[in-house]
């Protein structure tokens, strides 16, 4: 029998009737301070209903009228359940469990596992809530024992385990999921010990194993589990050994080669001074029409994208606009090993013409810092030259996938003359303006960037010239503008005394927010926002709305409408504008002007190495 303390809780006693538990039992807290949470003291009563810590507390119990069997079972926080018998005094941490469980979820006797639960509380942590981005380990081995590098968490796991990211029930809990080279997964579970029961406690195997079967849990993938698992692990393994050197043309067609040159990590996890020079490939394929060998290896890789792509979904493989781009490394001893993906939508474009969408880029963990991200952009762009692609766009990149293209649009238009002399002519005019300011006494920065705006600003042709060149859309290229002439300011320098001044700079960044403010509230500087915003996405609130950057993202959150102020989720591709305050407006921009010109000067250290 379970019951729960609160206030006006009553429990049948026999010869009593219904008796206030107050009256049945004393609860105090022992050692004060030892657990490191806020836990009232009561010395008799109950545990008020407003007071329900999740961790296991040493508490002792007192039946008041020791009856003539056991009282009840006493839930604290609906965790840990302890039995009271007919002892005047019983301790919460007893020898005694029935609710502490062994691996085939049999009870077992708990005194050391009660015991590491009370001093995780001690040191301040939850014994029975750990973060599943650390229960989950990856391993990859090149053949059933070997490993080929140290093992990496994951990045996400709630897709997996919920938004929350964790796993409740357990006292040291692990998943480790082991891949071949050919991706094949073997998934093992362990733990010292369960401490709540299969309801309350989080399932650590089947939402793992329903991820890499693939298409939610019913797909063709191959999925070995648990040490039953492992003797099928192995032969599988040995069956496939050698199927990526034998793969050849099967493989795709072999669009980028490249050598890069690393520290040898890979094993040991410490970085040595040895260097190893391998040879990075990338093979295209179209997916719906690749040999069985990378349609298998993609449905594999696909359910990693899981734990490292924040919303990350399944493609349709038998679409024939996917183009599919695998990464291969090969050692000097000829081995070869796949280290990465990428998924490339293909769009018409009347009359004649492709739109490519770089969908989704991983690179497995331990290869990662060799460049293979830049390679797999570069293999896009080399592929696109080929198809007459109009533009690349990119499907919600994360900064750093971002700051990938946006270096190499910046070194392209860098190296390209005619972009070149319109930027130069372009910050020429806004040293002028500067230094005729700045002489006659009358320098300010705002100013100074709205009457240099036309000579910054790019002229509608140029901007559809320099999209074709580069394969950039509108969008792209106003951005990749502005970095330009960025960079340009930072390098120009005003005053041979003073290099530093910064002066030039600070124009280009007034006249970006310029722009920027213009998007929202009008060039005119009168026009209300929601004006502006006609023909863009919007979703109103209480006090005004917001408006999306980008109407594919907008689509996510519209489909469920937005009835508060508070900010939806996909806040990064909006802007809030209120129309109550023109203050509140003015800020929403300068924040989204101050994070615009931030991801500028981080992209040039990036492009400046």
Known sequence: RVVRLGEGATRRTGETGHQPLEKLFEIERLAEGSPSIDF?????????????????????????????????????????????????????????????FD??????????TVQ???????????????????????????????????PFH????????????????????????????????????????????????????????KAFKGDDGEGDNVVMVGPAGREAFAAAVREEAGALEAGGDGLGEAVLRRAVTSSSTRTTGAATDDKESEQLTIYRSTLADASEVVKKLHRRMEPLLLFFIDAASAIDGEDPCWEFLLCTLTGADGKVRVVGLATVYSFYVYPDQRRFRLSQAFVMPAEQGKGIGSAIVDAVFSVAKERNVVDITLEDPTDDFRR?????????????????????????????????ATKSGTFEATATATAVAAALDPKADFLKRLGAALMMNTKQSERMWESLLYKLAVDTALDASNEDDGRLATVVEGWMAKNIEATFVGRDGETKAKEVAAGKVISDTPTGFWMYKDLRKAKKDLANPLNTSAPPANVAN???????????????????VATRINEVRVLLGVVGR
């Open 40 to 100: 009232p003291a009561c010395s008799v009563g109950h545990v008020p209903r407003s007071s329900s810590p999740d961790l296991i507390l040493p508490v002792r119990v007192r039946a008041r009228h020791p009856p003539r069997r056991p009282v009840c079972l006493i839930r604290i926080s609906n965790l840990l359940n302890r039995p009271i018998d007919r002892s005047t005094t019983m301790d919460f941490n007893l020898k005694r469990s029935r609710a502490v």
């Open 103 to 112: 691996n085939n979820n049999v009870p077992i006797t708990a005194d050391s």
């Open 116 to 150: 590491a639960a009370l001093n995780a509380v001690n040191a301040g942590g939850n014994p029975l809530v750990a973060d599943a981005n650390q229960v989950l380990e990856f391993h990859v081995v090149d053949d059933a024992v070997s490993s080929r590098c140290p």
């Open 154 to 209: 994951p990045l996400m796991s709630h897709q997996i385990y919920g938004e929350g990211e964790e796993i409740k029930g357990y006292v040291e809990p692990k998943v480790v999921v082991t891949l071949s080279g050919m991706f094949l997964p073997l998934i093992e579970v362990s733990y010292k010990s369960k401490v709540l029961s299969d309801e309350q406690a989080t399932a650590l195997l089947a939402p793992v194993e």
């Open 404 to 436: 990938l293209r946006d270096r190499k649009d910046l070194r392209e238009m860098m190296g390209t003359a005619w972009v070149m002399e319109a930027a130069e002519a372009a910050i020429s005019e806004a040293v002028a303006a500067v230094s005729e």
């Open 574 to 592: 909006m802007v809030p504008v209120n129309d109550v305050t023109d203050e509140s407006q003015a800020n929403a921009i300068a924040e989204y």
